[in-house]
Structures are given as C-alpha cells and as structure tokens.
C-alpha cells in the first residue's frame, strides 16, 4: 500500500550507494553477508520546548528510529540494497543461497550512538540506541528480485 502511494519519476531505472557491505565470518563459506547504512537523521524532543530539543542518544528509542525509518522509506531502501547484493552474491559466490549467506541490514542512526562510557556504565542494554538490525526476508527479496526482473 505504501509503495503505491510513492510517485516515480522513472521506470526501469534505480539508482543507489550502499553505504558499506561487510561478513560476519573470515570463512568465504560460512560468512553471511550484510549491508551496512549511516544516517544521520536528527531526533529530538517532539514537544519542541526549551533545551531538550537537542539531539542525542536518548532520542533515539527503536520507536523514534522505526518512525524515521518509515517517514524516508528506508525499508524500501534496504530491500533494494539487498536485492542488489542477492544478485551479486548469486554471479559471484559458488552455491549461493540467500538462506545461508544473506545476513541483512544495519540502520547506524550516528546521532544517536552513545558514548563508549554510557555503554560502559550500562552494558546490559538491550536495545542499543541508535541501531536497526533486521535479518533479511529472503522470501521477500526473491520475489521483489522477481519483480524488478519485469
């Protein structure tokens, strides 16, 4: 529903820069491969009133981040970067298959990172702020490969 509301300029045509794709395994053949993106998104007190309308890490709760993600379509943004690096992996890996190597994506929101003493004080936490790790629907970047296909 929400891609039908997008307004395209042109057909056929995708243009785009993965900020940085890396595996989580030194093993070629155990290795999953992931897609890495900065943002660098301002995040602050929605009221808008007085001093804490500045911007840092605890502006940034998964709700915040998840609102940000979905204002800029930056879910449409990662299936589109992972059906590039599925593509990729499927010319350039033998015995490819998204299941086993297709780790996903990382939303680092760089506003939002705490400082390494805050991570020190509370290292429990579990959600860190600033951070969107989602594994890859690998049914779903087939079918989108599908689609883009024609």
Partial sequence: EELNKLNFSSKGFLTGSVDLVFTDNESIKQARWW?????SNW??????EGEDN??????YSNAAMENQMLIHH?????HLYLVALHRYLSWRLPNYTP?????????IFLRGIPSPESIKENPKTKDLPGLILEKAPC?????LNQILKG
Wanted: hydrophobic letters at 20%; one cysteine or more.
């Fill in 74 to 78: 930056y879910p449409l943004q990662s």
């Fill in 99 to 107: 299941e086993k190597h297709l780790g996903g994506y990382i939303y």
């Fill in 43 to 48: 995040i602050s007190d929605p009221s808008g």
């Fill in 139 to 143: 049914q779903r970047i087939r079918k």
């Fill in 35 to 39: 897609i890495l993106d900065w943002k």
């Fill in 54 to 59: 500045n911007c840092g890490p605890r502006h």
